[in-house]
């Protein structure tokens, strides 16, 4: 096995940077469900304890997302895979966005859920493969720096327009847009 970069050969690589560029790109859509989905649900008039327990719904998807879509990656490959479930997660937006009820919200928490986890078992295993396990702890690390802006400012910034215009809709259309970019990016 080769002895991969340092953290500072890592950091003049292109590929890292891709790759920062994708986390960024993804990380606000990827806090805001655990934020905003119940109180969308309960907005549309789904029980406290409905709309509550779609958090866990993401949950148990990202539970079960980290083993199957691990399994799909050792048979396809880790970027094909991340490419592929970082579109999904974006287009489980789209559910999201017309949802009417329990039900459709459910689902998206699963769908949504699978997708996210996913993306956070494969980025480790990513950085594995291309920069090698000289410096992995070092490089997976600076890697997350990309998901803290969009942590700490993508639930916040989804409340603020959803204060302003009283829907999510706009909300929802930005992390579809931006998980299709961070699609390409994570390409």
């Given at each position: 096995m080769r002895p991969g970069l340092s953290l500072a050969e890592t950091l003049r690589s292109r590929r890292f940077w891709w790759l920062y560029l994708a986390v960024v790109l993804a990380s606000p859509s990827m806090f805001i469900p655990f934020a905003h989905v119940s109180a969308s649900a309960r907005d549309l008039g789904v029980a406290d304890a409905q709309a509550v327990g779609l958090v866990g719904l993401v949950g148990i998807g990202s539970l079960v997302g980290r083993f199957a879509i691990g399994a799909l990656a050792d048979r396809?490959?880790?970027?094909?895979?991340?490419?592929?479930?970082?579109?999904?997660a974006g287009l489980a937006y789209l559910l999201w966005l017309g949802a009417s009820g329990h039900l459709a919200l459910a689902i998206f928490a699963m769908w949504f859920g699978l997708s996210y986890g996913g993306i956070v078992s494969l980025l480790p295993a990513i950085c594995m493969d291309l920069f090698g396990p000289r410096a992995v702890s070092s490089i997976i690390g600076t890697l997350y720096t990309g998901a803290a802006l969009g942590n700490l400012l993508g639930p916040v910034v989804a409340g603020a327009v959803f204060d302003r215009w009283g829907s999510y809709a706009v909300v929802l259309w930005a992390c579809v847009l931006l998980s299709a970019l961070a699609t390409v990016a994570s390409a």
């Amino acid at each position: 096995m080769r002895p991969g970069l340092s953290l500072a050969e890592t950091l003049r690589s292109r590929r890292f940077w891709w790759l920062y560029l994708a986390v960024v790109l993804a990380s606000p859509s990827m806090f805001i469900p655990f934020a905003h989905v119940s109180a969308s649900a309960r907005d549309l008039g789904v029980a406290d304890a409905q709309a509550v327990g779609l958090v866990g719904l993401v949950g148990i998807g990202s539970l079960v997302g980290r083993f199957a879509i691990g399994a799909l990656a050792d048979r396809i490959g880790r970027i094909l895979t991340l490419t592929l479930v970082q579109a999904s997660a974006g287009l489980a937006y789209l559910l999201w966005l017309g949802a009417s009820g329990h039900l459709a919200l459910a689902i998206f928490a699963m769908w949504f859920g699978l997708s996210y986890g996913g993306i956070v078992s494969l980025l480790p295993a990513i950085c594995m493969d291309l920069f090698g396990p000289r410096a992995v702890s070092s490089i997976i690390g600076t890697l997350y720096t990309g998901a803290a802006l969009g942590n700490l400012l993508g639930p916040v910034v989804a409340g603020a327009v959803f204060d302003r215009w009283g829907s999510y809709a706009v909300v929802l259309w930005a992390c579809v847009l931006l998980s299709a970019l961070a699609t390409v990016a994570s390409a």
